[in-house]
């Protein structure tokens, strides 16, 4: 009778105890489809990104202004990231600039929305300038078709390079473009190089290698084992050879020398291509090579950080004064651009060495939370934004006005140097290793939960140092 009344009893607690997992789990299922419809409805009332990540934990975020609020008061200046939707208009021509550019119309379009009035100054050194030069290079190659010539004389380049101008300034673009990127008339001229025109260009230089080594360059590959960068400087100096005796010929007698002919015929090099692949093909081939040489350096301005080398001189442990200090100094940083992860990287290391070099041993980035999305622009104020390593471009909607593309919105400490000499920072070499996968060390009695949590852990940072390579 007793083991009938025990039976029973199990059999009535296993079915309370089922029933409550049911219930626990449709009211779980529930709370799910609450929090969806909450997420889909949900209106930010503060400035935020626009849309969280979509394909996976670390995929690109797109940033557009849409969510932002409107200010009431028309007297404070707007954020730089407010919708702004640009005035397009007829630009008035010279009428002496003897192309059609309706011929490259899409890298145009692409050009005026990259160098945005509002948003030029911030993206120029990673999206705006790389793609002004890359048009100047096409329209120059496109100028040849009509020409045999790969250059313009003095006269026209002034021309064509004043309507280039004021059309991308009538479809929205910053109309200091010139300044902001250093490109003037003389960059169409061929300069100091001897080679012009087709004939000779071909007769000089192997041009089925060249065009074989830049008709498809690999973004992930050219940057670290390039091919057509040492193509085009392969038939620069071919180009140029003669021009080059004739000037160690002047440094002999001893007169000053400041001609760049390699780089003149470079431009010209740039614009055989242009001539011979579609502007599509090239527009890509040239942003990638851009983006070689943008990511090698830091963009940034540090001035003299006296005050952060002053707080955080003899810390080794965290300091509210250090912090402060170092909180402060970046933020004025902050204002500057919109930078890649890879010139992150380097900035936070040029900045480190600064202050190593001021007496900072301790890893202040470390102690004071310091990531490496803190050294770009915050977008609305509140996140980080850096740019992908590879060709980016700012977009235009109609109703969100414009965005772009940040590759990165995860917490990745900035790195603190091992010296305070500010050398280069290769991100092709073995020196960039990845953080060590985890061994069976790692498991030891960590429980379920905890166990789970560190591999997650480790198999993230290895996925986010990944992106960062690429």
Not at 13 to 39: G, H, K, P, R, Y
Request: a negative charge; charged letters at 15%.
């Amino acid at each position: 009778m007793d083991c009938c009344q025990t039976l029973s009893h199990l059999k009535g607690s296993l079915c309370c105890q089922l029933l409550l997992f049911f219930i626990w789990l449709s009211s779980f299922q529930d709370a799910v489809a609450l929090e969806t419809v909450f997420e889909q409805s949900y209106v930010p009332q503060m400035p935020e990104l626009a849309k969280p990540p979509s394909s996976g934990i670390f995929g690109p975020i797109e940033i557009s202004p849409a969510v932002i609020p409107h200010y009431p008061d028309p007297d404070e200046p707007f954020p730089p990231m407010y919708p702004t939707f640009p005035t397009r208009y007829e630009p008035v021509l010279t009428g002496k600039c003897p192309v059609n550019f309706s011929a490259i119309s899409s890298i145009i379009e692409k050009t005026a929305s990259d160098c945005s009035q509002p948003l030029a100054a911030l993206v120029g050194n990673v999206i705006c300038c790389p793609q002004f030069s890359s048009l100047i290079r096409i329209f120059q190659g496109l100028y040849s078709f009509n020409s045999a010539k790969l250059v313009l004389q003095d006269s026209v380049a002034s021309d064509c390079f004043t309507d280039i101008i004021s059309i991308l300034a009538s479809r929205g673009a910053n109309s200091t473009i010139p300044t902001l990127c250093s490109v003037k008339s003389s960059n169409l001229t061929g300069g100091s190089c001897p080679v012009k025109d087709v004939d000779t260009f071909e007769k000089t230089v192997n041009t089925s290698r060249l065009l074989e080594a830049c008709i498809a360059v690999d973004p992930l590959k050219e940057c670290c084992r390039p091919i057509c960068q040492p193509a085009i400087m392969d038939a620069a100096l071919q180009i140029s050879g003669k021009q080059l005796q004739l000037d160690e010929n002047k440094n002999l007698v001893g007169e000053p020398n400041h001609i760049d002919t390699p780089s003149d015929c470079k431009g010209v090099v740039f614009a055989y291509l242009s001539r011979k692949l579609s502007s599509d093909v090239v527009n890509n081939a040239f942003r990638i090579l851009s983006a070689c040489k943008v990511n090698k350096v830091c963009p940034l301005d540090f001035k003299e950080p006296l005050e952060v080398i002053k707080a955080c001189r003899n810390v080794a442990a965290p300091s509210p004064s250090c912090c402060s200090s170092l909180n402060t100094y970046i933020a004025g940083i902050q204002k500057q651009m919109l930078i890649t992860n890879r010139q992150a990287i380097i900035c936070a290391t040029v900045f480190g060495s600064i202050l190593r070099k001021g007496g900072v041993m301790t890893n202040i980035y470390e102690l004071c939370d310091v990531d490496l999305k803190d050294f770009s622009i915050q977008a609305y104020g509140q996140q980080g934004c850096l740019l992908r390593s590879l060709p980016a471009d700012v977009m235009f909607d109609n109703s969100t006005g414009f965005s772009f593309t940040c590759d990165l919105s995860d917490n990745i400490a900035a790195p603190w140097p091992s010296s305070s000499s500010i050398s280069s920072v290769s991100l092709c070499g073995p020196e960039m290793s990845l953080p060590a996968l985890p061994t069976s060390e790692t498991f030891k009695n960590p429980g379920c939960r905890g166990g789970g949590q560190q591999f997650l852990v480790t198999i993230i940072s290895f996925l986010v140092f990944g992106t960062l390579l690429y």
